[in-house]
């Protein structure tokens, strides 16, 4: 079976930073593209940041200059490091499994908030 699973999300100050963890498993891991997205409470979901099965990434504007996606392909994960956070940063994180089309898996999400 598929399994996608995030971890790392918790309390942080403003300024502060945090690292967001994915692992994902059953897959042939290399020939998928992976991303974070987010849902802050009560709006949509969106995309965050992306990187493709050959290491291309993209981010979205709120996320440029402050966070960096990375993938692992001998640990099947894919981090997002996340620094000068923001109270808008506060979300649900999805990890996402990608294929040329869109989203192949989704993990649950793990919460940021972002306080003091």
């Known amino acids: 079976q598929v399994q996608v699973v995030e971890s790392g999300g918790g309390l942080v100050q403003p300024g502060g930073s945090l690292r967001l963890s994915c692992a994902a498993s059953?897959?042939?891991?290399?020939?998928?593209?992976m991303a974070w997205y987010r849902q802050p409470p009560e709006k949509e979901r969106e995309l965050v940041a992306a990187i493709t099965s050959g290491g291309s990434r993209n981010y979205a504007d709120s996320a440029k200059d402050r966070f960096t996606i990375y993938r692992d392909n001998a640990k099947n994960t894919a981090d997002l490091h996340m620094n000068s956070l923001k109270p808008e940063d506060t979300a649900v994180y999805y990890c996402?499994?990608?294929?040329?089309?869109?989203?192949?898996?989704w993990g649950k999400g793990t919460l940021v908030t972002v306080s003091s």
């Open positions: 996402a499994v990608q294929n040329e089309y869109g989203v192949a898996y």
């Open positions: 059953g897959i042939i891991f290399s020939s998928y593209g």
